[in-house]
């Protein structure tokens, strides 16, 4: 069992930065990856940026070059640093984590970032 703990969400002004927190306690394996997804009112879910494990990480196209993924393994906690944000950013920022060889996947509550003008 897992559980993740997001925060640093809030509202900020287009143009400015927030960074995400997302903290991972319980049962986690050293193979893994957590991902950060949104979701806004009439959209689908959308994968942010993934970061295994091992370091290596995925960006979305529509973030890449503005959101970075980084992770503290000692601390089991994923960070999604957001820089020159748009309004089309706003949306819930949920974190996901899901071990190497398992078919289970957890998701946090979740964390609202508005951006205004």
């Known amino acids: 069992q897992v559980q993740l703990v997001e925060s640093g969400g809030g509202l900020v002004q287009a143009g400015g930065s927030l960074r995400l927190s997302c903290a991972a306690s319980g049962s986690i394996f050293r193979l893994n990856t957590m991902a950060w997804y949104r979701q806004a009112p009439g959209k689908q879910r959308e994968l942010v940026a993934s970061?295994?494990?091992?370091?290596?990480?995925n960006t979305a196209n529509s973030v890449k070059g503005r959101f970075t993924i980084s992770k503290d393994n000692t601390k089991n906690t994923v960070h999604l640093q957001m820089n020159s944000l748009k309004l089309g950013d706003a949306a819930v920022y949920c974190c996901?984590?899901?071990?190497?060889?398992?078919?289970?996947?957890?998701w946090g509550q979740g964390t609202q970032v508005t951006v205004s003008s």
């Open positions: 996901w984590y899901s071990s190497s060889c398992s078919l289970a996947v957890y």
């Open positions: 970061i295994t494990s091992g370091g290596i990480t």
